[in-house]
């Protein structure tokens, strides 16, 4: 079955700073890569996803990048704020039929005022 | 409008009890997913319901797992012979057919 890896579990920045945060996949029929935003007591948000007829996408100042090739994707969050500090998660599924997650095991971001 | 709702919010139970968690999906959304947080842990599926389809059970970890559907509506997650393995966050979520799971705010299990 598919294998999501995700790093780092921890990210710290300045805010205003950069943050990215990797996932890398094993099943290269994965199509469909999502991306969610946990927050302290609350459910997984999805903030943006992707599919891999599309090498990029931006919303704002968040974007991903696909690589099939090498079967990894990124987020990129760009003049960070205190309120993106929260639990991120990647995920990938095979998308057509159902969108049964395969999620990575998560990345803290802390932005420091 | 309204997301999906999960109940209770948090329950504690003893070891051996059994334990039903409730969801109710957005309305019009045909998926239902279960999914399992353990703490500081990626989501677990565990369950997919679509439409009148049979369920995709492949992700319950055991025969004490169990979950229905009523029609496009309701669903309950039952645990039976709780163990304190089973102490977590349950998350649902719904889509429309072809589309990204909503997530609902989850239930968190405490098995003393």
Redesign the interface.
């Known amino acids: 079955g598919e294998n999501?890896e995700?790093h780092p579990s921890t990210l710290s920045v300045q805010e205003g700073d950069s943050a990215v945060i990797k996932c890398t996949y094993s099943d290269s029929a994965s199509n469909?890569f999502?991306w969610?935003k946990q927050e302290l007591?609350?459910?997984?948000?999805?903030i943006i996803?992707i599919r891999s007829n599309v090498g990029e996408k931006k919303d704002q100042r968040i974007a991903v990048t696909l690589n099939k090739t090498a079967k990894h994707f990124s987020l990129h969050i760009t003049e960070t704020q205190p309120e993106d500090s929260a639990v991120y998660?990647c995920?990938a599924s095979k998308?057509?039929g159902?969108?049964?997650?395969?999620?990575?095991?998560?990345t803290k971001l802390s932005v420091i005022p | 409008g309204a997301g999906v709702s999960q109940s209770p919010s948090n329950k504690v139970t003893e070891k051996g009890k059994d334990v039903e968690l409730r969801c109710d999906p957005i309305s019009g959304h045909t998926a239902l997913y279960w999914y399992r947080q353990r703490l500081g842990q990626g989501l677990e599926f565990l369950i997919y319901f679509q439409g009148n389809s049979a369920p995709d059970k492949s992700g319950l970890p055991s025969d004490r797992f169990s979950a229905e559907r009523t029609g496009e509506s309701v669903s309950t997650l039952t645990i039976q012979r709780t163990q304190q393995e089973d102490s977590a966050v349950y998350l649902c979520a719904s889509s429309l057919a072809r589309g990204p799971p909503a997530f609902g705010a989850g239930s968190r299990l405490t098995v003393l």
């Open positions: 999501v995700q469909y999502p969610y007591g609350k459910g997984p948000q999805l996803d998660f995920a998308g057509a159902s969108y049964q997650l395969t999620f990575g095991k998560g």
